[in-house]
């Protein structure tokens, strides 16, 4: 049956038209992303304003800048790699008039609290404005005050690594001589006298001075979160100090000073273990260790997140985080989600990871601003776990920290869903997660928007406004599966591409000066039907027909992939994509290959290995089937590629969405005799060594001559503790002595179990009994090992990077990086 796409499928795909102040991010092989970026950049990144479905400068509904010392490192990680309006000048303002004791005010006699070296907490005010004085200037001072913190503001000390960590980014991309002249000696003041001084870094965690911020029910708040009483030796700040130690050794090294360099170096790896002694709970790192030697430990994500993306942990320890974020979070009493089925997720708001897994306790609540003006001081609204974004809510920046996390402990294929999905949930809002800005005072409710489309509270959810940093959740596609970054040795390219990814590309990246296009590709399409216009599109309901597309490749290819609408089924969706090929123009078809897809989410553009097809005058087909719930697949009905789309036996309009993919590989290891057929009966396995990164992996099967025999793969990988799950493949209808393909994202180097089980009907894997690829190589029956190797082969993607303005189009192998020194 031929049917349109109902709406909630096509409003979830929909995005503004393309009215942007800029759009760094050109083009990609999924327009359903690249414009959403481009979106997400305007209004989060440069702070333009969304009216209707418009973006118009001049009326901001997110601050462009923190503007601040806490934002020093952020405004950084937002701009040091584009001057666009402007933004790295401005940014490097900031830090450059950051006030520091000792070092930097612009008058000296001005009176200070603090020893020196500390960065203020604030960019007028040597404290954070958490005085309470504020809010209703038209009450007298008592009741406006409300005596909380006997109108004293608190000193706040996340800021103090993080104006490092912000000269260290400024530097790596601008070479600025007269920059690191200028900042260094600040720096040095700012970890030498105050962070390894007077906060004890020198010889373990840092601590904070003095009794205010001790960590305990009558501390202060001591960070950015401004609502929890952190403090002693706190979780978010000592990461960052991790950060700055490797900051300082790099700024060091470029003023030629080895022997400071040097002394950086050894403190920073020394400090791993310490802080995992000091803050580890056994799943995670708590928030706080308080002065009386507690831990406080609310699952907070915002510690632990950072933690892993600045490369503290353990790869063990990484993934025991990893699986507490993707495992069920206590109940959420308040907030949209509160008595929902999804109330125990950790991303039950979609776009980013709650901010706290377990709710906070009265004696770690400071009510200073509680949003409830009707309740009392002592508490009310923020306290109900959900409802606040520092208690159970979350902030649209802790989706960048996920993302990053997931590509650093594991690979593209665990990031990018989500971040599609941060897209997605920003486009099925009708103001795209922004709330109005109201005038002061900032809690008087007047005809701005409080609560979006998915009844979430500003409240609720931190994205516009204040939250500047909001911006940085877009650039994992720059950061991270393009691999653009900068150290003392260039500008590197080094690409970890998703499966769901082809190419993409940005553009007005400034180094030292000078702006240049990077455009990243995994593969080339040699057969496609790739449009995508939600207005002209429709969506073919797969049910229980098979749908079909045939197609006749203009070269070898070894991949194909299908773009699909899974109606924003959270869970994602399963369906069967098989191959077949025709030498006789389709009178009859011989199968390749079927795999059982899973967890394909909304407008996905989903690809799978296929063994390598040569240039021929084949025709080929594709063919979609048996979903777990409703899925759609995608179809240009004014299509005229040399094929046929059909739902059954009916001969449909146009074309379905298909691409038919080289991507290039290497080949990194080899065994391919193989004299003896183990049966399947049970497990069956191989235990390798990659020494270098690999995306795709195939099996030599038998089946007994079955056609309808299959079996479930599975790749783990040792963390140095055990083994952990990868990836997980279900094939069907295997061809008989055929070499079975798995793709994925780039797999890191290291030690790997491939494993099947679960057969259908029939299935043995080759073994080659006197094989002998090394002590650490060997195979497995039901986890036994059997002399010699089995029958595979691991393969070494490759990819293609150019950046027009150099005149560079070069070869970059998985994992390694592609290098610019100007």
Not at 544 to 559: G, R
Request: contains cysteine.
């Amino acid at each position: 049956m031929k049917r349109a796409a109902p709406f909630v499928l096509t409003a979830s795909l929909a995005v503004s038209p393309a009215a942007f102040a800029t759009d760094p991010f050109q083009t990609s092989s999924r327009t359903s992303l690249t414009l959403p970026a481009n979106e997400f950049w305007n209004i989060y990144g440069l702070g333009w304003h969304l009216t209707g479905t418009t973006i118009n400068p001049g009326n901001m509904s997110n601050d462009s800048y923190g503007d601040n010392s806490p934002w020093n490192e952020w405004d950084a990680l937002k701009f040091a790699w584009t001057n666009d309006y402007g933004a790295r000048t401005k940014v490097r303002g900031f830090l450059e008039e950051t006030k520091v004791n000792g070092v930097y005010l612009p008058d000296p006699s001005t009176p200070v609290e603090q020893p020196t070296g500390f960065v203020w907490s604030w960019k007028l005010n040597e404290r954070w404005p958490d005085d309470c004085l504020d809010f209703d200037p038209d009450k007298p001072l008592p009741e406006r005050c409300w005596d909380i913190h006997a109108c004293t503001r608190s000193f706040h000390f996340d800021q103090v690594p993080a104006y490092i960590n912000g000269i260290h980014l400024m530097y790596l991309w601008t070479r600025d001589a007269d920059f690191l002249n200028l900042m260094l000696p600040r720096a040095e003041v700012v970890m030498d006298s105050y962070l390894l001084g007077t906060m004890q870094g020198a010889s373990g965690l840092l601590v904070m001075p003095g009794t205010d911020n001790d960590g305990t029910a009558n501390g202060r708040p001591s960070t950015y979160m401004d609502q929890v009483r952190s403090g002693h030796k706190d979780g978010w700040v000592n990461a960052s100090f991790y950060s700055a130690l490797r900051a300082m050794e790099d700024l060091e090294t470029a003023a030629g000073n080895t022997v400071k360099a040097l002394a950086y170096h050894n403190r920073a790896n020394a400090f791993p273990s310490q802080y995992r002694a000091g803050l580890w709970t056994g799943t995670r790192y708590a928030g706080w260790r308080d002065v009386n030697g507690n831990l406080h430990d609310a699952g907070f994500t915002y510690v632990n997140l950072p933690a892993l993306v600045r490369g503290l942990p353990s790869p063990a320890d990484a993934d025991r985080v990893l699986e507490w974020l993707d495992s069920p979070a206590a109940p959420t009493q308040g907030g949209a989600a509160a008595n929902k089925p999804y109330n125990t997720s950790v991303y039950q708001a979609v776009s980013s990871p709650r901010s706290n897994t377990l709710p906070l306790t009265s004696d770690e609540w400071d009510p200073w601003s509680n949003p409830d003006q009707s309740t009392s001081p002592s508490g009310g609204l923020p306290l109900i776990y959900g409802s606040h974004f520092q208690n159970g809510g979350t902030f649209l920046w802790l989706s960048y920290y996920d993302i990053m996390a997931r590509l650093r402990y594991r690979h593209a294929d665990d990031a990018m869903p989500r971040f599609q999905q941060m897209l997605t949930r920003m486009t099925r809002d009708s103001r795209r997660l922004t709330f109005d800005v109201p005038t002061m005072p900032w809690h008087v409710t007047g005809s701005f928007r409080d609560m979006n489309d998915f009844n979430e509270y500003k409240n609720e959810v931190g994205t516009s406004g204040e939250f500047s940093e909001s911006g940085l959740s877009v650039l994992p596609l720059l950061y991270g599966f393009m691999g653009v970054s900068a150290d003392l040795q260039g500008l590197h390219v080094k690409p970890e591409m998703p499966t769901a990814l082809l190419h993409a590309s940005v553009a007005d990246v400034d180094y030292r000066g000078t702006l240049r296009s990077i455009q990243v590709i995994r593969g080339e399409a040699v057969a496609q039907q790739d449009r995508e216009d939600y207005s002209l599109d429709v969506a073919t309901e797969v049910g229980t027909a098979v749908l079909s597309q045939s197609f006749f490749p203009m070269a070898a290819f070894n991949e194909v992939g299908v773009r699909v609408g899974s109606y924003d089924v959270d869970s994602g969706v399963e369906f069967d994509l098989s191959l077949e090929s025709s030498s006789d123009n389709g009178l009859s078809w011989a199968p390749i290959v079927t795999r059982r897809l899973s967890g394909v989410h909304n407008s996905a553009w989903v690809y799978m290995a296929v063994p390598p097809q040569p240039a021929n005058n084949w025709r080929y087909r594709l063919t979609m089937q048996a979903p777990s719930s409703r899925l759609a697949w995608w179809r240009d009905p004014n299509s005229t590629v040399f094929g046929t789309a059909i739902q059954g036996g009916t001969l449909l309009a146009g074309d379905f969405n298909f691409r038919a993919v080289q991507a290039p590989q290497t080949v990194l290891l080899s065994q391919t005799g193989g004299s003896v057929p183990d049966a399947l009966n049970g497990t069956l396995g191989q235990v390798f060594d990659a020494a270098q990164p690999f995306d795709r992996a195939t099996l030599r099967i038998g089946t007994y001559v079955t056609s309808t025999s299959g079996f479930t793969a599975k790749l783990f990988r040792d963390n140095g503790e055990g083994w952990k799950l990868m990836a997980k493949q279900i094939f069907k209808n295997v061809v008989d002595n055929s070499d079975v393909p798995m793709n994925f994202a780039s797999m890191k180097p290291g030690r790997y179990y491939l494993e099947i089980s679960d057969e259908v009907g029939s299935i043995a894997w080759y073994r080659d009994s006197a094989s002998n690829l090394g002590p650490t190589f060997w195979s497995a029956q039901n986890g036994i090992p059997q002399p010699g190797n089995r029958t595979f082969q691991l393969f070494r993607g490759q990819y293609t990077v150019n950046v027009p303005e150099r005149g560079v189009s070069t070869t970059v192998l998985a994992g390694d990086r592609y290098t610019m020194s100007n």
